[in-house]
């Protein structure tokens, strides 16, 4: 899918938004990397950043297997931490959650019997007569 130009798009075009989004990214990572002073990784940065903007700048045509080869390396790594993010976001986020409402309010899946039934009572002041008219 990453090797698939997208319609409307030219290569050209396609090289030139690569470059230089990649490119900039690679030169703010460079300014801060600059603030906390490790030098050794700015030179390194900044020299892809500003590789990759010239080359977006001069030759996007020619930017096309750099391209690929960075959305290859994004899609794999992306099968390793998309797992994770999840998880720590189901048992972080979803799991207290549900605990709690649990907790508080009881099972919602759980119903009361009343008469030997299961369905639910209403109060007459919940009844409207239009309330089934104009569902959707």
Request: net charge positive.
């Amino acid at each position: 899918m990453a090797e698939r130009v997208r319609p409307g798009l030219s290569k050209k075009a396609q090289g030139r938004k690569f470059g230089l989004t990649v490119g900039i990214a690679f030169l703010a990572l460079t300014g801060i990397v600059v603030w906390r002073d490790h030098m050794t990784v700015a030179y390194v940065t900044g020299s892809l950043g500003g590789l990759l903007v010239l080359g977006g700048l001069l030759i996007p045509s020619k930017l096309g297997p750099i391209e690929r080869a960075w959305m290859a390396m994004a899609h794999k790594i992306s099968k390793v931490t998309t797992p994770i993010v999840m998880g720590i976001v189901y048992f972080l986020v979803l799991a207290p959650i549900g605990f709690v409402v649990r907790t508080i309010k009881g099972n919602p899946l759980v119903r009361v019997e009343h008469n030997g039934s299961l369905w639910v009572v209403r109060a007459d002041e919940k009844i409207k007569t239009g309330g089934m008219e104009n569902q959707y």
